[in-house]
């Protein structure tokens, strides 16, 4: 289970929360906010004023601190007007960091979206073996939230608490499905709450559940083969063929032109480097493209 930690930050949220009260404050109120919705997904105990709070105290801190170290730097180095660039260079990194943080909670939640979705089948087949092994349905999302599901257990285990605390189970489920921004989550706890309230047979609507995300595992499936073929084109063409055909054309002009023996190994060690970093990305652009439910 992944532990929400803000990116760059120098203590924990509790300790964070308390530091930044003062900048916190300067914050107004704003009833619907996109940020105020990722933190409530996330189960995270700030408000969006008190999230605000601890980025521009963060902001103040990196930017003082990175105006120090590079106005040292670049006088060291007998740079005239060197506070202008420090400056310059202050206000670059500390805003990038501040934005980055401020978009923490979405990918934050993105990834735990996609936690919840990976699970949710495997889920929803332990429910119906349950389900038609006579169980009650609240011992059920007791067992679901103690197991090992991921993010999707400890949304059962927040249902579990309401539940305990005399909550509805109907009411309770449709509440996580109205803050859960996963469509397949919503979805599926929306169909069981509406269940609860008509009666029906659970059974059935896990089954007609479980049929419908597989049905949707198996387009997001060829969807994937689909985009897939033209990503590895691009990458036999960029780190395969590009880099071989590079090398062959250097080392002719090398020899022809007679380059320097420093120059000629820059250059070789810059299309190694340039082949290192592009695999890399395209791992991460094969990770990030993959199906929510597989």
Do not use: C
């Not at 300790?15 to 996109?34: D, E, M, N, T, V």
């Not at 993105?110 to 349950?130: G, H, M, T, V, W």
């Not at 810059?270 to 991460?284: C, D, K, P």
């Amino acid at each position: 289970m992944v532990v929400f930690r803000i990116p760059l930050a120098d203590s924990n949220i509790e300790k964070l929360k308390s530091r930044s009260k003062f900048f916190a404050s300067k914050f107004h109120y704003k009833k619907k906010s996109s940020l105020k919705e990722y933190l409530e997904e996330i189960n995270i105990k700030l408000t969006r004023e008190e999230y605000l709070g601890i980025v521009f105290r963060s902001f103040v801190n990196t930017f003082l601190i990175l105006l120090i170290v590079f106005a040292s730097l670049l006088m060291v180095a007998g740079i005239p007007g060197f506070w202008v660039y420090a400056l310059g260079l202050s206000g670059i990194f500390s805003i990038s960091i501040a934005f980055s943080q401020l978009a923490y909670p979405k990918v934050f939640a993105s990834k735990r979206e996609k936690d919840i979705e990976k699970n949710l089948i495997f889920a929803l087949e332990d429910i119906l073996i349950q389900l038609n092994s006579g169980i009650p349905l609240f011992d059920i999302l007791t067992n679901i939230s103690m197991s090992d599901y991921g993010e999707l257990s400890l949304e059962f285990r927040n249902a579990v608490k309401k539940i305990g605390a005399g909550e509805p189970e109907a009411e309770v489920l449709a509440d996580i499905s109205a803050k859960s921004h996963s469509v397949f989550l919503k979805r599926t706890l929306w169909q069981i709450s509406n269940g609860l309230n008509a009666g029906s047979d659970m059974s059935m609507i896990i089954v007609e559940n479980i049929r419908t995300l597989n049905e949707e595992q198996m387009i997001q499936i060829q969807n994937y083969g689909n985009k897939l073929n033209p990503l590895i084109m691009m990458y036999m063409l960029i780190s395969v063929i590009v880099p071989a055909l590079s090398v062959s054309f250097m080392t002719v002009v090398a020899s022809m032109i007679g380059l320097e023996k420093n120059l000629t190994m820059g250059l070789f060690l810059g299309f190694f480097v340039f082949v290192v970093l592009f695999q890399i990305m395209f791992l991460g652009m094969i990770k990030s493209k993959r199906p929510s439910l597989l």
